[in-house]
């Protein structure tokens, strides 16, 4: 009789439901340093400390009403009820993405595009999902990812991105070289003993190289000019904690080198055509695809000879 597949380790082949949970509060941790302690206290960030409540609190709510409308149509229990546990354990995966995108975007006074884009996130999980294996399917795209790319796509003359300068404005010194390599090196522990993702952020960031002096070459501009963006503390937080979702990237360290590297390639085009914000949309772009290949070869195993006969 064939074993149950445990879907945790489909998204983290090193480890298991525990060392999951384990990943996400330490995610969850993290991002709550550099965004409150660091972020508003120290850094100087210009959102407004409502930012985080509504980015946190939209995507909390937005979660359990679509785990209430879930366990109601299929009949189980809630993920959230039955002990304190449960709920702390139930909050993670909602808490990471409204405090990313509180630090990430900025509309200014107006709170309700935040909302919005926190909304979409915690949506996405559920409107965008493809086939991973048999009877089991996961969303698509990274949630905040996809949250920042809409938004700036439905918003584009009052909703843009946070100045760069607001992670090293108010230190000087040795931190301004220590805030970026802190963020480095945690995600550096993370992917490496958590996610297994390390082999995709590694071929990123060689592709995002490449593809720097390719443009350079093509375009005859200075070398250290497509690169620059590698030196800001935003690209790292991108490099680290949005482009290896384990729950959104392959598994296999070879399709991981190639999505890696398909990233980076689209992103140049991007950059090639003046598209702003190219990072978010190539993301978005290939893991589109990405979702469009699991679908093709779900409708493949389905009709294929050995699954009919």
């Known amino acids: 009789m064939a074993q149950p597949i445990n879907a945790s380790l489909l998204f983290y082949p090193q480890g298991d ?3 999951r949970l384990a990943a996400l509060w330490m995610f969850t941790g993290l991002l709550s340093a550099w965004v409150l302690l660091f972020g508003h206290a120290v850094l100087g960030f210009e959102q407004s400390w409502s ?3 509504v980015g946190v609190g939209t995507a909390i709510g937005v979660q359990i009403l679509l785990e209430s409308v879930d366990a109601r149509a299929k009949g189980r229990p ?16 909602a808490i990471i993405p409204g405090l990313a995108l509180s630090m990430l975007i900025f509309p200014g006074e107006n709170l ?4 919005f884009a926190s909304a979409l996130a915690m949506a996405s999980k559920v409107l965008f999902r493809a086939p991973v294996a048999e009877g089991i399917t996961q969303h698509m795209f990274n949630p905040s990812n996809l949250a920042v790319a809409v938004t700036l796509l439905i918003f584009p003359t009052t909703v843009g991105l946070a100045p760069p300068y607001q992670f090293t404005e108010n230190v000087s010194g040795l931190w301004d070289w220590g805030v970026p390599t802190f963020v480095l090196v945690s ?5 490496t003993f958590f996610t297994g ?4 952020v590694a071929a990123w960031i060689v592709g995002f190289l490449a593809q720097g002096q390719i443009r350079a070459w093509l375009f005859d501009i200075p070398w250290a000019v497509p690169i ?6 935003a690209f790292i937080i991108f490099t680290l904690y949005m482009i290896p979702d384990p729950a959104t990237t392959p598994i296999k360290p070879r399709q991981q080198v190639l999505f890696g590297l398909a990233v980076a390639t689209v992103y140049g085009i991007l950059q090639a055509l003046h598209v702003a914000f190219g990072l978010f949309f190539a993301l978005v772009l290939v893991c589109g695809v990405r979702g469009l290949v699991l679908y093709l070869a779900a409708a493949r195993r389905v009709f294929s000879p050995a699954a009919t006969a």
């Open 17 to 19: 439901p525990a060392r």
């Open 51 to 53: 930012y985080p409540l």
């Open 78 to 93: 809630l993920r959230f009820a039955g002990s304190v546990s449960n709920f702390l354990n139930f909050l993670p995966p």
């Open 112 to 115: 309700w595009p935040l909302a």
């Open 187 to 191: 995600g550096i522990v993370m992917h």
């Open 197 to 200: 993702r390390f082999p995709l």
């Open 228 to 233: 620059l963006p590698m030196t800001s503390a």
